[in-house]
C-alpha cells in the first residue's frame, strides 16, 4: 500500500517571499504520479501541479515548482513570490500509473501568507 | 458543465437518519470518485466508477454507505442510519477515461455533512 506523508502541519511566510512544503512517499511501484492540490477554506480542491514519476524534469507553473527526487521519494512544492491568496492547505498525493486509480492523500500543511 | 459540481452543500441529519449526496461530473469524464474528508485530515478514497460500473468500493467503511451512478454520469452517495462518526465532507472527482494524456482528477465543492 502507498503512504504519503507531509510532516509540516502549519507553515507561514511573508508575501513576496518564498517557501517550500515537504511531502514523502512510500511506494514500490515505479511509474506513478505525483500531486500537489490546494484547498482555499472554500473547500474547493484546486489542482496546482502534477508531476509524471518518468519524467526527470522537475514541473513548473508558473510560481510553482517540485523538487522530485524519485529515489528519495521525495516531492516537495516551492512557492515563489507568496500571495496572500496562497493562503490553504494545501495536500501532496500519490495516484498509480494504470489507467484511473484512487489518490493517496497526505495529511495536509496548512500555510498562511502574511502581509 | 464547467466543473464538478455537488448538492447539497451543507446537510444536518439526526443520527438514523438516510441521507442521499449528489455528484456531477465534469461533460465525458466517464471516471468518478468518491472521498470522505474528516476534519482536519486528507481525503480518503471511498469509492469509484467508470461509466456506470463501480469498479472499486473497497473504501466504504459499512454496509450503510451505498453509491450509484446509474446512467453514467450523475453519481449518488447513499449513507444509511446515519452515525456521527459519519460527520465530514464528501468530496466528489471525476477525470478522463484511462489512457488519456491525463489523469488529473478534478473535484467538486463537496458536502459538509453534520450528524447530530
Known amino acids: 500500500a502507498q503512504t504519503v506523508t507531509q510532516s509540516q502541519p502549519e507553515m507561514s511566510v511573508q508575501e513576496a517571499e518564498t517557501v517550500t512544503l515537504s511531502c514523502t512517499y512510500d511506494t514500490s511501484e515505479n511509474n506513478y504520479y505525483l500531486f500537489w492540490y490546494k484547498q482555499p477554506p472554500s473547500r474547493q480542491m484546486i489542482l496546482v501541479i502534477r508531476q509524471e514519476a518518468y519524467k526527470q524534469q522537475n514541473a513548473t507553473e508558473n510560481r510553482f515548482s517540485v523538487n522530485f527526487q524519485k529515489a528519495a521519494k521525495s516531492f516537495s512544492l516551492k512557492i515563489s513570490d507568496s500571495q496572500l491568496g496562497d493562503t490553504a492547505m494545501y495536500f501532496c498525493?500519490?495516484?498509480?500509473?494504470?489507467?484511473?486509480?484512487?489518490?493517496?492523500f497526505g495529511k495536509g500543511t496548512r500555510l498562511s501568507v502574511i502581509a | 458543465g464547467a466543473g464538478v459540481s455537488q448538492s447539497p452543500r451543507y446537510k444536518v441529519a439526526k443520527r438514523g437518519q438516510d441521507v442521499a449526496l449528489r455528484c456531477d461530473p465534469i461533460?465525458?469524464?466517464?471516471?468518478l470518485f468518491w472521498y470522505q474528508q474528516a476534519l482536519g485530515q486528507g481525503p480518503e478514497f471511498l469509492t469509484y466508477f467508470q461509466n456506470e460500473a463501480q469498479l472499486d468500493k473497497s473504501g466504504l467503511p459499512s454496509d450503510r454507505f451505498f453509491a450509484e451512478r446509474p446512467e453514467g454520469s450523475v453519481s449518488t452517495l447513499k449513507i444509511q442510519r446515519t452515525q456521527q462518526e459519519d460527520s465530514a465532507v464528501y468530496l466528489c472527482?471525476?477525470?478522463?477515461?484511462?489512457?488519456?494524456?491525463?489523469?488529473?482528477?478534478?473535484f467538486g465543492p463537496g458536502t459538509r455533512l453534520t450528524v447530530l
Open positions: 498525493a500519490f495516484m498509480k500509473h494504470v489507467g484511473n486509480t484512487p489518490l493517496v
Open positions: 461533460s465525458g469524464h466517464v471516471s
Open positions: 472527482a471525476s477525470s478522463s477515461a484511462p489512457g488519456a494524456s491525463t489523469d488529473t482528477q478534478y
